[in-house]
């Protein structure tokens, strides 16, 4: 089984200052997808930003990026320019793409993140 | 599309009681989930279905848990009877099926709560 590791239950950053989110994962597959998704205090999951496993770039999203580093199974969340609407919980997420897994995810502890102005 | 639909948003119910909570998943997604979120556990996986069928309900807690999806526009999670340690938000979700790169998309929770 999977398992999906968030070591930093509570992180700080000023306002415009970059902060990054750390996250490790366990797997014996070689294809799969992993997922950023923020819970801001409305509770609402949304993602933030996906990365496949199969691509060796990292995805960005506007001030959102990631460092995927596939054989060390670690997949960090950087946020540049940190703004106050960034405030929220951050869950790393794992999908297998295999098809038998279904689409299923599999969530880390979270990250609270706080910023401050 | 509206997104996934949840109903309802809070439900406060007294220990005993019968609590169903619903979900509307987004149209065209085959699969459709349904997770809880507490403190201590994070977010669990209760069941999944894919094309209106149930795949996998390990994560389901105790037989006083059940889900259905009579179709694929509605799906509903039922507790009975509910006890305390049920508290918790719950949420679903829907998805298409592997093998394009989609993310799971989630209702914004209910709100359970267990008196």
């Known amino acids: 089984a999977q398992t999906v590791t968030q070591s930093q239950p509570e992180m700080s950053v000023q306002e415009a200052e970059t902060v990054t989110l750390s996250c490790t994962y366990d797997?014996?597959?070689?294809?799969?997808?992993l997922f950023w998704y923020k819970q801001p205090p409305s509770r609402q999951m949304i993602l933030v930003i996906r990365?496949?496993?199969?691509?060796?770039q990292n995805a960005t999203e506007n001030r959102f990026s990631v460092n995927f580093q596939k054989a060390a199974k670690s997949f960090s969340l950087k946020i540049s320019d940190s703004q106050l609407g960034d405030a929220a919980m951050y869950f790393c997420a794992y999908r297998s793409a295999r098809e038998t897994s279904g689409s299923r995810l599999t969530f880390g502890e979270g990250t609270q993140l706080t910023v401050n102005p | 599309d509206a997104g996934v639909i949840q109903s309802p948003r809070h439900e406060v119910t007294e220990m005993g009681q019968e609590v169903t909570l619903r979900c509307k998943p987004i149209s065209g997604h085959d699969y459709l989930f349904w997770y809880r979120q507490t403190m201590m556990r994070g977010l669990e996986l209760l069941i999944y279905f894919n094309n209106n069928v149930p795949i996998d309900d390990s994560g389901m807690p105790e037989d006083r848990f059940s889900a259905k999806m009579p179709n694929a526009s509605f799906s509903t999670l039922k507790i009975q009877p509910s006890e305390p340690r049920d508290s918790a938000v719950y949420f679903c979700a829907s998805s298409s099926t592997p093998g394009f790169v989609t993310e799971a998309f989630f209702g914004q929770g209910t709100r359970l709560t267990v008196v």
């Open positions: 990365q496949e496993a199969y691509k060796q």
């Open positions: 797997t014996s597959e070689s294809d799969y997808y």
